[in-house]
């Protein structure tokens, strides 16, 4: 039988017990610091690590993913000490960390020469982010470097939080796979560019805009954060021009007042399902009730975005698993880290946005 040339042997490690599984990471940290890939827990999705300092490691992420060259990663540290990667820390990025670190915030500073150009993308500044998740952080000090992360998923499709996802998406791709439970944050890290002033949000995330500006009053927002991205409007962060986080079927967002909401959406499925399609709705709890056709995927309680975040990727792959032609959710409030949400599903509809 034919194999694929790019088959790799892939082993599979899952976490119970941090103190009693150790061997697991210590092996998953020898193949990073070997030049090998590994997919491993953090607190906001799973990620695909490397070397960040090894150019040939690194390759083999943007290799497995099939990801566009022109798009950075993300460099993991696990001490907030990052004088070794970066030019200078700003003041305001000494708070942010001082703050935000360990947790889904990454911050882009200017990069020292260590940081070799397939990391950065052939850009002078790089993201760096201390995760708040154990297994990361003990992958990291057990390989002694850092470790340059995108999210494990193929490229294109949602990031996945669990290791099942993980498996489904990089089995027989990558060396080595480290499961532990589910992200709690579920989006991935919020992105402040540092490099100028005042710092810009380029991607929303976990941590809110709001908590930003406790610590930093004077900060901007990527206007292409909620626009749909045109010749005039390009995102700062490469990888934010790209269609993302996109289930196969065509997902479409109603936007308006609750009750004309859940009327349209019953009005698109009864119209789907009169021409023999396939319609699944993500609702939240408080409404799902209200569906009386169509599959319902819950994405937790609207009272808590945290949930519906933390919810939202699995939700979508569910609709592949599900196999639907056509995918209707309701709009959330773009505050707090309804922004996060409200970014990845315009990005998932490719803007596909119904008023009502
Ligand atoms: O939560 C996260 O950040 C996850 C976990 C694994 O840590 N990682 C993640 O990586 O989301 P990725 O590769 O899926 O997204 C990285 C984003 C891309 O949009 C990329 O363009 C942007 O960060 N980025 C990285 N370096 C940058 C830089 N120097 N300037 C602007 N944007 C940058
Ligand atoms: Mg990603």
Not at 206 to 214: A, D, N, S, V, Y
Not at 282 to 288: G, V
Not at 328 to 344: D, P, S, T, Y
Request: hydrophobic letters at 40%; glycine letters at 6%; proline letters at 6%.
């Amino acid at each position: 039988m034919w194999k694929k040339e790019s088959y790799l042997e892939t082993k599979i490690g899952i976490i119970n017990d941090v103190n009693k599984d150790i061997e697991y990471i210590k092996e998953a940290a020898d193949i990073i610091y070997n030049g090998g890939i590994v997919a491993f827990p953090t607190e906001t999705v799973y990620g695909l690590g490397a070397n960040a300092l090894n150019e040939d490691a690194v390759y083999k992420i943007f290799k497995a993913k099939g990801r566009p060259q022109d798009n950075p990663l993300i460099v993991h540290v696990a001490s907030k000490n990052i004088d070794k990667l970066v030019k200078e820390v700003p003041e305001v990025a000494k708070d942010l960390i001082e703050r935000f670190w360990p947790g889904p915030l990454t911050i882009i500073l200017n990069k020292k020469e260590i940081i070799p150009n397939r990391t950065s993308a052939n850009l002078e500044s790089i993201g760096i982010r201390m995760p708040n998740n154990e297994i990361a952080l003990k992958l990291i000090e057990l390989s002694g470097c850092p470790i340059a992360a995108p999210s494990a998923n193929i490229s294109g499709r949602p990031s996945p939080t669990d290791v099942e996802r993980c498996i489904e998406d990089l089995d027989g791709k990558v060396d080595c796979i480290i499961g532990w439970k589910k992200s709690d944050v579920g989006v991935e890290s919020t992105i402040v560019d540092c490099t100028v002033v005042p710092p810009v949000v380029l991607r929303p995330g976990g941590i809110t805009l709001e908590m930003l500006r406790e610590v930093c009053k004077d900060i901007n927002i990527d206007k292409a954060i909620q626009g749909k991205p045109d010749a005039n409007l390009k995102p700062k962060a490469p990888g934010m021009k790209y269609r993302h986080y996109a289930p196969k079927a065509k997902l479409q967002i109603i936007k308006g007042n609750k009750e004309k909401t859940i009327e349209k959406i019953n009005e698109i499925v009864q119209n789907y399902i009169d021409n023999q399609k396939k319609v699944a709705i993500l609702a939240t709890e408080e409404i799902s009730s209200r569906f009386p056709l169509g599959e319902i995927i819950s994405l937790g309680s609207e009272k808590n975005l945290y949930e519906v975040a933390r919810n939202l990727f699995e939700a979508l792959r569910k609709c592949d698993d599900l196999n639907v032609d056509f995918i209707l959710c309701e709009a959330f409030e773009e505050k707090g880290v309804g922004l996060a949400i409200m970014n990845r599903l315009n990005k998932a509809a490719g803007f596909n946005i119904l008023e009502v």
